[in-house]
């Protein structure tokens, strides 16, 4: 029976397989977002990073009622289909063929 130390060529290459997979499943969490009923739900900086605006226009846009919302508690959430049905609704053609 051999003796397996750390320096094994075999150990060094699960460990090296162990840190890919660690950084795949990071990767993965990172962008995640839950699934209820069929909907996702973004959060404020979510919608922010989404349509690359600042917190104050994502706040504007709350108020002028361009972007519907849920609100429980003190939390602010958003339907994913209504940013999208949002962005449809406010899609502006160029007619003028350029």
């Not at 997979?21 to 900086?45: A, D, F, W």
């Not at 406010?90 to 063929?97: D, I, L, R, S």
Request: proline letters at 2%.
């Amino acid at each position: 029976m051999d003796l397996v130390t750390n320096e094994a060529e075999e150990i060094i290459d699960h460990h090296e397989m162990i840190i890919l997979l660690k950084t795949y499943i990071e990767e993965i969490l990172k962008y995640y977002r839950p699934v209820m009923n069929g909907e996702i739900y973004l959060s404020g900086q979510d919608v922010c990073e989404m349509l690359h605006i600042s917190k104050r226009t994502l706040q504007q846009y709350r108020d002028d009622k361009i972007l519907p919302f849920i609100q429980i508690g003190g939390k602010i959430i958003f339907k994913q289909s209504d940013i999208l049905t949002a962005l449809e609704q406010n899609y502006v053609t160029n007619k003028a063929g350029y």
